[in-house]
């Protein structure tokens, strides 16, 4: 089966890393083939891999090309694994029937112990990358519910704050308006008091100024009662004194 009618199956969110899932049984054999530095896998055909002399895999990415002695001299490769400079072939249909055997998909069937001991020892490798693969995912799937728990936590106390922040709010604005109340009767209470104050001045001026007018008049009718009976004044005076002595004034004299 070729990719284009793997991709036709394909539904239309799904990437191009879910081909290898989507992949029929018939391709499952393919996926412990792998790059034993980067772990990039055959099965996607993103990239090119090469089986080197040491008997390691390694994709285009990882290994490094030396040039030959001749330009007719196969290319030599530097394995990414071991660091040894080897010759390789491409993994794929053009290589050697007896390289070719190395990925066969029953090894089993072919009572050749070094081709079964090169996939077994390929897919321990695998199988330990996933394994490190899937304690990585549960330890990010913990994290993940750890941060959703804090988050929800803070999310909870930042509700509380809220509420907490609007009854501050209202509380100051209830205070705001009682200080104000309070200035209102403040304010009322002394325009009250100068109110008074200016009626009892106003009072005052008044009592003095009628107090003021009745000696006035009292003392007019005074000068009139004098003015009207000056005997009967003079009479009462001299009836209030009394005489102890006579006085006679000198070069005066009067008969009896």
């Known amino acids: 089966m070729s990719n284009t009618s793997i991709q036709s199956k394909l539904l239309p969110g799904e990437s ?29 055909k993103k990239f090119k891999l090469f089986l080197l002399a040491c008997h390691h895999v390694s994709c285009e990415k990882c290994v490094k090309v030396c040039v030959g002695r001749t330009p007719s001299d196969a290319l030599i490769y530097q394995c990414p694994i071991c660091r040894k400079e080897v010759r390789g072939r491409e993994v794929g249909n053009n290589m050697p029937s007896g390289i070719k055997m190395l990925f066969h998909p029953e090894p089993w069937s072919l009572h050749n112990d070094f081709i079964e001991t090169f996939q077994e020892s390929n897919s321990r490798h695998i199988a330990k990358f996933k394994e490190r693969q899937e304690k990585l995912v549960a330890k990010l799937a913990k994290d993940i519910e750890m941060t959703k728990a804090i988050c929800q936590k803070r999310y909870i106390e930042m509700k509380h704050l809220t509420v907490e922040r609007r009854k501050a709010f209202l509380r100051q604005r209830q205070i705001k308006v009682a200080l104000a109340n309070r200035k209102n009767e403040q304010s009322l209470m ?67």
């Open 16 to 44: 191009d890393d879910c081909v290898m899932v989507n992949q029929p049984t018939m391709d499952a054999h393919k996926l412990w083939i792998h790059c034993n530095r980067c772990y990039e896998l055959y099965a996607r």
């Open 190 to 256: 002394a325009m009250k008091k100068k109110e008074e104050l200016r009626k009892k001045q106003l009072l005052a001026a008044s009592c003095s100024y009628k107090s003021g007018s009745q000696k006035s008049k009292s003392s007019q009718r005074n000068q009139r009662s004098r003015s009207a009976s000056p005997g009967l004044s003079t009479s009462k005076g001299s009836a209030k004194r009394k005489v102890t002595v006579f006085m006679h004034l000198s070069n005066h004299s009067f008969d009896l």
